[in-house]
């Protein structure tokens, strides 16, 4: 920690010592009340709730179209918010773009990451915040000293690549996703989001990604996890707000959710219901047989509805 260029390493990872406790809680680092956002006369988000703590992982989850990407949109600036209100730190804001985001410790890893594959990994890493040394006009780029702190920040995540000269293509999904994220954690990100990252990755490179969001809550950010899978968001979830249409359905701590329960509302279990009495009718589908609703006869120990 000491040897991270100071111009870079900001108070936040100061006063957060890595392996510390988590942080008491200050109150939220960024909060929406009753936030929306309308594109014309479609409204594809609308009176949302949601709090972002430190240390704590927020997942939100939803089917397609449910507004996902719209929310962490206001939040990372690239879009503004049409109704309620948007705080960072207690005070409200409205972002022009991300970078006034960026500036307030929000950083966004999309699942199109803004990188350069055939440059090496620790290019990568500096990609736009590139380490310089000597005085303006012979001021070149600190290549020793960039490759040996993106190992070292690298490291203080618990990635370990044979070899940063390699093409940042050359890695494996699972593998790019964590270095976006030990980059927006060494450039000073309080907040970070992180839209379907697990989207497009298999079960071995999921279960990667999801190890660095823990060590980025470790960390002591407080993590946006936008995800469709119930299964991902509660191995690591410390709240979940489920979006339906652009409105909250499901907004829990961990505490109060199963993860049966939090499928469930995935699934959309009422249309579950109604699609399976649809096929009964039609005929020739074991209904029984199919997963999800709750009075489809499951053998005894499952929890009934509602005992949370
Ligand atoms: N730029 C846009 N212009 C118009 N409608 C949009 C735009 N972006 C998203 N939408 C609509 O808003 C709704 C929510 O979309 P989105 O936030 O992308 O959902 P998700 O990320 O959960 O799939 C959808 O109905 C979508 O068609
Ligand atoms: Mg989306």
Not at 107 to 129: E, H, I, K
Not at 140 to 162: F, P, S
Not at 234 to 251: K, P
Request: charge should be negative; charged fraction near 20%.
């Amino acid at each position: 920690m000491t040897t991270a260029d100071p111009q870079k390493t900001t108070a936040v990872a100061e006063k957060d010592p890595a392996g510390g406790p988590a942080p008491e809680d200050t109150g939220p680092l960024v909060e929406l009340r009753g936030a929306g956002k309308s594109y014309g006369n479609i409204r594809a988000l609308h009176g949302v709730d949601l709090a972002v703590h430190p240390g704590r992982v927020t997942c939100v989850l939803g089917d397609n179209g449910a507004g996902k990407s719209t929310l962490i949109k206001i939040i990372s600036g690239l879009h503004q918010h049409t109704e309620g209100e948007v705080l960072v730190d207690g005070t409200p804001v409205r972002f022009n773009t991300p970078r006034e985001a960026l500036a307030k410790g929000i950083a966004t890893v999309y699942q199109d990451l803004a990188t350069v594959p055939l440059m090496p990994v620790w290019r990568n890493f500096f990609l736009g915040s590139e380490m310089t040394k000597g005085p303006w006009p012979v001021r070149r780029l600190d290549i020793a000293r960039m490759k040996r702190t993106a190992d070292e920040e690298l490291r203080n995540m618990g990635i370990v690549l044979d070899d940063l000269e390699q093409p940042l293509g050359t890695l494996s999904g699972g593998q790019r996703q964590s270095v976006a994220i030990a980059r927006a954690v060494y450039f000073g990100a309080r907040v970070l989001i992180l839209d379907e990252p697990t989207a497009a990755l298999g079960v071995k490179q999921s279960g990667v990604v999801l190890k660095y969001i823990a060590a980025a809550r470790e960390r002591g950010l407080g993590v946006i996890f936008i995800t469709h899978n119930p299964h991902h968001a509660y191995l690591v979830g410390d709240h979940f707000s489920v979006l339906r249409l652009g409105t909250l359905e499901l907004s829990a701590a961990r505490s109060e959710v199963s993860l049966e329960q939090l499928t469930n509302h995935m699934a959309g279990g009422a249309e579950l219901d109604a699609l399976k009495h649809e096929l009964e009718r039609a005929g020739g589908v074991d209904v029984e047989a199919l997963p999800g609703a709750p009075d489809a006869g499951e053998p005894a120990g499952t929890p009934s509805e509602g005992t949370a």
